[in-house]
């Protein structure tokens, strides 16, 4: 939640009557991105009534809502993990049926699917199409709604998936990296319009989806091997620049002048370049030994929150 503070209680109010009688073990992790309105406080204040098994996380600044996301998934301890936005669009009684159908079909991910939107069409139902569509293009994943915060995860396959920039859009493509596509489903999900507080999505995001699709497509062909992509570029380009070489070279020894050719100054800098790609590719290589033997860096801060005992903080 960033600045949300007339849905703070409501949220939590909200996700209670939903699940106070779901049969199995749950808790409730809400994330303050940051909020300068007074969010966090009411959060905790609330908290603090309802149960410890609300744990409220209070980020140090606004991360915005992929690092925000991941701060969740790195606190949760259930072997189901739920996602969702914090302004009441979503409808918390869809959790349960979501948590069933994973379950029941041994899936890794079901996400929601807002068949019905009641978002304005130019600024949130427009750009959202647009987006499904590239990502779908790309990532050759055929979801409807992508954009629908209101996912159900298996724990342990999204615990694999680490979030950066703004890669909460692509959640499911990155889960392809680590599990089939075919353990992945929509559900459709209840949606309603804001009652309370701004929204804080518009038209610009489409143009931020375009960027990170680019990253995404690089990612999911090349990310555990980036020395073939900046390889192949660089035997490519350098092979032209040989050619070239080659040929001012057989012009060279049958006489003729190549010192003021613009070819040779081209040639000459397509090998250059060719062999800068191929380093760039041996670094590359090192550096993801380097990212998969270690511990990942955390793209958030947290204002001090404790992880509670394994056996404490549920609601039973």
């Not at 890794?108 to 569509?133: C, E, T, Y």
């Not at 960027?211 to 020395?227: E, I, T, Y």
Request: one cysteine or more; a positive charge; glycine letters at 10%.
């Amino acid at each position: 939640m960033y600045n949300e503070v007339e849905n703070a209680a409501p949220m939590v109010n909200a996700v209670q009557a939903a699940l106070a009688d779901y049969p199995f073990p749950w808790e409730l992790i809400v994330v303050d991105d940051g909020s300068t309105d007074g969010t966090g406080r009411a959060l905790a204040a609330h908290a603090r009534v309802v149960g410890p098994h609300v744990r409220v996380l209070q980020l140090a600044r606004n991360f915005k809502q992929t690092a925000a996301m991941q701060a969740g998934i790195d606190a949760a301890r259930g072997e189901v993990i739920v996602t969702m936005d914090g302004d009441l669009q979503n409808d918390p009684r869809d959790i349960p049926r979501m948590v069933a159908r994973l379950l029941r079909e041994d899936l890794d991910l079901v996400a929601g699917w807002r068949q019905r939107r009641q978002d304005g069409f130019l600024l949130r139902r427009l750009p959202s199409m647009i987006a499904n569509r590239l990502i779908r293009k790309v990532s050759g994943l055929n979801f409807q709604d992508l954009g629908c915060s209101l996912k159900v995860f298996r724990g342990d396959v999204l615990r694999q998936v680490r979030l950066y920039g703004e890669m909460h859009r692509f959640i499911p493509a990155w889960l392809a990296t680590v599990t089939s596509p075919s353990r992945m489903a929509e559900e459709p999900v209840r949606h309603y319009a804001r009652q309370a507080g701004v929204s804080k999505y518009g038209i610009s995001r489409t143009f931020r989806v375009m960027v990170d699709l680019l990253a995404v497509h690089f990612f999911l062909r090349f990310g555990s091997r980036p020395g073939h992509f900046f390889g192949g570029l660089g035997l490519g380009v350098g092979a032209v620049g040989l050619l070239m070489l080659t040929y001012l070279g057989v012009v060279k020894l049958l006489g003729g002048s190549i010192g003021t050719r613009p070819l040779l100054t081209l040639g000459f800098f397509l090998v250059m370049g060719g062999l800068q790609l191929l380093t760039t590719g041996v670094l590359a290589e090192l550096l993801m030994r380097v990212y998969f033997s270690g511990d990942h860096a955390r793209p958030y801060r947290l204002r001090g929150e404790e992880t509670p005992e394994p056996d404490r903080g549920w609601h039973v």
